[in-house]
């Protein structure tokens, strides 16, 4: 369960520094008409037709993105102390069934 935590934290971390990466967008969208269309003997609107349209986009102040991935990566910290603590206790669980075990009198 503690290493499943650590995961999500990770990917929440991943999630959060997207934000404050370089983004590309794209568009193609084609258009085709019945028939072309002509005025005074020249084509006006041709029978297929292409656009196409691109973005680039680059955060220059993110302070949301940045307190969400340090956020994130403060979740990713008590998620590993906890799998610590969890490794903790059952090596003192672990030693506790030994001491007992060897405490105990032969049959």
């Given amino acids: 369960m503690a290493a499943t935590e650590i995961l999500r934290a990770e990917s929440l971390i991943r999630e959060a520094?997207?934000?404050?990466?370089l983004q590309v967008n794209g568009n193609v969208t084609t258009t085709t008409n019945a028939q072309?269309?002509?005025?005074?003997?020249?084509?006006?609107?041709?029978?297929?037709?292409?656009a196409a349209a691109a973005s680039f986009d680059m955060p220059i102040?993110?302070?949301?993105?940045?307190?969400?991935?340090?956020q994130a990566a403060e979740g990713k910290t008590v998620a590993e102390l906890s799998l610590a603590n969890v490794r903790r206790q059952i090596a003192f669980a672990t030693?506790?069934?030994?001491?007992?075990?060897?405490?105990?009198?032969?049959?």
């Fill in 61 to 70: 102040l993110a302070a949301a993105a940045w307190a969400r991935r340090v």
């Fill in 95 to 107: 030693a506790a069934i030994i001491g007992l075990h060897a405490a105990s009198p032969a049959p």
């Fill in 36 to 50: 072309t269309i002509e005025f005074d003997g020249s084509v006006v609107t041709p029978r297929n037709q292409v």
């Fill in 17 to 21: 520094r997207a934000a404050t990466r």
